[in-house]
């Protein structure tokens, strides 16, 4: 069972347009995290959300977590081709061990000049 | 800086060896991890370290050792490699627990088994 489902597991695009990938779970999360992975590297964080509700913004990216905290959102405006990479989404579940990440298994962007 | 160091970075096994992965962070963090990734199955912790001198089981744990050598150093061991190990390995810290905490990456050893 796959804790976080995350959605559209691939996306290809032409640069200039908007997109938003999802998070999904049953569970209940304390914080949920956001990375993007390139080839051949590991994940770097991009933003750590907190609070129900919460809405973070990084440049052109902004990211939402649901009111429930079950679910979030990254929206990429204006997309450029070097937004491409595999996107994570990552939380620990309310009540859960302070260490223990689970991971979705990612959507993969690309995004052609 | 470095961040998280990883070695090797790529690495063939027959079937039965055995090796030891190295993860190495300058970042004076208390809590270091591994993970696997494999296609379609996203990131797996395999053992964590909560603190220098501590060591846990994460969600799939069978088949791998770690040691927690310094507070900089966290090694993961495969005593009889099989195919089903066959994976890219993800060392990281933190400098504490919690998902609020950011995780730094190395970038990866990628384990082939034959």
């Known amino acids: 069972t796959q804790l976080l489902e995350q959605s559209p597991q691939f996306l290809s695009i032409q640069e200039g347009e908007n997109l938003t990938v999802y998070c999904n779970s049953s569970?209940?999360?304390?914080?949920l995290q956001w990375y993007r992975q390139e080839p051949g590297e590991g994940p770097v964080l991009l933003v750590t959300?907190?609070?129900?509700?919460e809405v973070k913004k990084l440049k052109r990216l902004t990211f939402q977590f649901g009111d429930a905290r079950k679910d979030s959102s990254l929206h990429i405006t204006a997309a450029q081709p070097g937004d491409t990479g595999l996107y994570l989404c990552a939380g620990d579940i309310l009540g859960g061990s302070n260490y223990k990440l689970t991971f979705g298994k990612g959507t993969l962007l690309t995004v052609n000049p | 800086n470095a961040g998280v160091t990883q070695t090797p970075k790529f690495q063939v096994l027959k079937t039965g060896q055995s090796m030891t992965l190295q993860c190495a962070q300058d970042?004076?963090?208390?809590?270091m991890y591994w993970y696997r990734q494999d296609p379609g199955m996203g990131l797996r912790l395999i053992y964590y370290?909560?603190?220098?001198?501590?060591?846990d089981k994460g969600e799939v744990p069978n088949g791998y050792n770690v040691s927690r050598l310094n507070k900089r150093e966290f090694s993961l061991r495969l005593e009889s490699a099989a195919p089903s190990q066959t994976s890219v390995y993800f060392c990281a810290s933190s400098e504490a627990g919690g998902a609020w905490q950011p995780q730094h990456f190395g970038d990866g050893t990628r384990l082939s088994i034959l």
């Open positions: 569970s209940v999360f304390s914080s």
């Open positions: 370290s909560a603190s220098e001198g501590t060591t």
């Open positions: 959300v907190v609070t129900g509700g």
């Open positions: 970042m004076n963090h208390n809590s």
